[in-house]
């Protein structure tokens, strides 16, 4: 198509254009670009500072606080969800694997979020604040 032509990474807009947007009014922000679900987690840009990291059924190892590309590292980031699928659905992990994915992950220096369903009342299904508060307790110090 002549689509992806059109905007090679040297001409805007391009990741660093958006990356220069996305820093206007905060220079500190932190930017990631969302390629969609990739397995491995990879860096799409030298632009970004996390990796978007979304997955879906896959829960990849972590072989490191950074991804690489280009000479530029981008933090490792997992975002999936602890729900049947994004926003829904019951639990889908039992606490012990979610928690042992969770300590996984960081002991290597990565980060990762997990998304949960919000009901109509703008709450958190109860099964869901169980399982975060389950992986907070494992996660504090001491």
Known sequence: YEYEYRFPEDDPP????????????????????????????ISTSVHEDYTAGEISRALPECRGAFVEKDGHA???????????????????????????????????????????????????????VEQLNCIGRAMRPG
Do not use: C
């Not at 391009?14 to 996305?22: E, I």
């Not at 670009?33 to 987690?41: D, W």
């Not at 926003?87 to 300590?103: A, H, I, S």
């Not at 980060?111 to 709450?123: A, F, K, M, R, Y």
């Open 74 to 128: 981008a933090r490792y980031h997992v975002l999936t969800y602890l729900g049947e699928f994004w926003g829904r659905g019951e639990p889908r992990f039992p606490d012990e694997m979610v928690v042992g994915y969770t300590k996984h992950v960081t002991s290597k220096g990565g980060v990762i979020t997990w998304d949960v369903p919000i009901q109509t009342n703008g709450l958190i299904p109860q099964p869901f």
């Open 14 to 41: 391009n990741f660093a254009t958006l990356a220069a947007a996305l820093r206007a009014g905060n220079p500190d922000a932190i930017v990631a670009f969302n390629p969609g679900v990739k397995v491995p987690i």
